[in-house]
């Protein structure tokens, strides 16, 4: 090869280099702030389809729903789109003045979710086939449950309302004291987004949470009836509503549906794309990718 032949490749190469660093710059960046057990999905998968077929940049913020909603409100924080589970954080925004309309993208339901290297590990297999009431199991002295802030953290509220309406369904009425004690127990409680990855290394040997977060990582589930696993609107009143929970702080906690909402945000940055975004999750190629990560179809209206 000639030396003008090689200097002519090298500059091309010289010119591609920087344009494709000019248009990494350029490209658009869309923030996504998103109920923190849905980190698998929005940023394994989700995210990074729409960012490749948008040319755009996709930044993912994971935390509790509640937490990441007051942070939003308070201009704390800055996104595009919101994605939450249960309509209470969307309306934080919605009196906040960031959100006009929350659309329903997928739901899920409550289970409880085993570590395959805890050493009860066989019980709640055995749990899982009928062989052992699983609340025995995660009330064996030494077990390590784990769960989010229940204040700030809708899983962590279900988690106690889930337990309560188990005491009733049972007959068991110190099941929930039992099990997780006060209702923040310091030594359960753990973020949203590290909880799973802490069951996975075996660091607690199990939680309560949604069926979506647990198939999205691969985890061992236990089903738990329809009267207490929030995930059947029709049991609303004449189960879900006998629960409630108060806590240290005076907030009660009740059940609201086990369903994701999502909307763009007043003040994104980049509206289109925060608008396109939303569509992409109620899309037939978003719907794939919710039900291939272990969520089932929205239920319900629009908030």
Do not use: C
């Not at 704390?76 to 309309?101: C, N, R, S, W, Y």
């Not at 059940?255 to 994104?268: D, I």
């Amino acid at each position: 090869m000639s030396w003008m032949r090689r200097a002519a490749i090298l500059m091309a190469l010289a010119w591609f280099t920087v344009g494709a660093a000019a248009m990494a710059q350029d490209a658009k960046v869309l923030r996504v702030a998103y109920a923190g057990s849905m980190g698998v999905l929005m940023d394994g998968a989700a995210g990074p389809a729409f960012a490749h077929d948008h040319n755009a940049n996709y930044q993912g913020i994971g935390q509790g729903s509640y937490a990441l909603a007051h942070l939003l409100a308070a201009h704390q924080l800055q996104a595009d789109v919101f994605v939450t589970i249960t309509p209470g954080p969307m309306q934080v925004l919605k009196q906040a003045g960031l959100v006009t309309e929350a659309v329903p993208v997928a739901s899920t339901q409550m289970v409880v979710t085993y570590s395959p290297r805890s050493r009860f590990a066989a019980d709640f297999a055995a749990a899982a086939s009928g062989k052992k009431n699983w609340y025995d199991v995660l009330s064996e002295p030494g077990l390590r449950l784990g769960r989010t802030d229940p204040a700030i953290d809708p899983q962590g509220a279900n988690v106690l309302l889930t337990l309560q309406l188990a005491a009733d369904y049972y007959h068991r009425p110190d099941l929930l004291k039992t099990v997780a004690g006060a209702p923040q127990n310091a030594s359960q409680i753990f973020t949203e987004p590290s909880l799973l990855s802490r069951l996975e290394a075996g660091q607690i040997d199990a939680t309560v949470g949604y069926l979506s977060a647990a198939q999205s990582h691969h985890l061992p589930t236990i089903a738990l009836p329809d009267e207490i696993n929030l995930g059947d609107p029709s049991m609303q009143k004449a189960w879900y509503d006998r629960a409630s929970v108060t806590l240290d702080n005076g907030k009660a906690l009740h059940v609201q549906p086990l369903v994701f909402y999502a909307a763009p945000l007043g003040n994104a940055l980049q509206p289109e794309l925060a608008r396109e975004f939303v569509a992409f999750l109620q899309s037939a190629q978003g719907q794939a990718m919710f039900r291939d990560h272990g969520y089932s179809p929205p239920r319900g209206n629009s908030l």
